[in-house]
Nanobody, 125 residues
Framework: QLQLVESGGGLVQPGGSLRLSCAASGFTLDYYGIGWFRQAPGKEREGVSYISSSGGSTNYADSVKGRFTISRDNADNTVYLQMNSLKPEDTAVYYC??????????????????WGQGTQVTVSS
């Protein structure tokens, strides 16, 4: 069964850090670009970050630039999202997604082939 599983979410105070993981099972991530998306209550899903299959190219939403870092370890079949200086507005369910052939802007979610179930991130004092 092909699936992505996110982990690492939780409750953190403003200014704190979390590292999210996106692990694949049933297939190798080597040939897939990976995007992180998030959806807050009452809001549309938005792209947070993207990393190419080789790891040589990354993209970030303006709202997280300088605070979040995406990386991948193809040997472990896992992609990470390091989130620092977290703000209450970062509160959302975070999803990872895999795309085999990206031919649209990285944040265009319909092009992604596989999605995880999501992990909740809550930033609150």
């Amino acid at each position: 069964q092909l699936q992505l599983v996110e982990s690492g979410g939780g409750l953190v105070q403003p200014g704190g850090s979390l590292r999210l993981s996106c692990a694949a099972s049933g297939f190798t991530l080597d040939y897939y670009g990976i995007g992180w998306f998030r959806q807050a209550p009452g809001k549309e899903r938005e792209g947070v970050s993207y990393i190419s299959s080789s790891g040589g190219s990354t993209n970030y939403a303006d709202s997280v630039k300088g605070r979040f870092t995406i990386s991948r370890d193809n040997a472990d079949n896992t992609v990470y999202l390091q989130m620092n200086s977290l703000k209450p507005e970062d509160t959302a369910v975070y999803y990872c997604a895999a795309v085999f052939k990206r031919d649209k802007k990285w944040w265009w979610s319909p092009q992604y082939d596989y999605w995880g179930q999501g992990t909740q991130v809550t930033v609150s004092s």
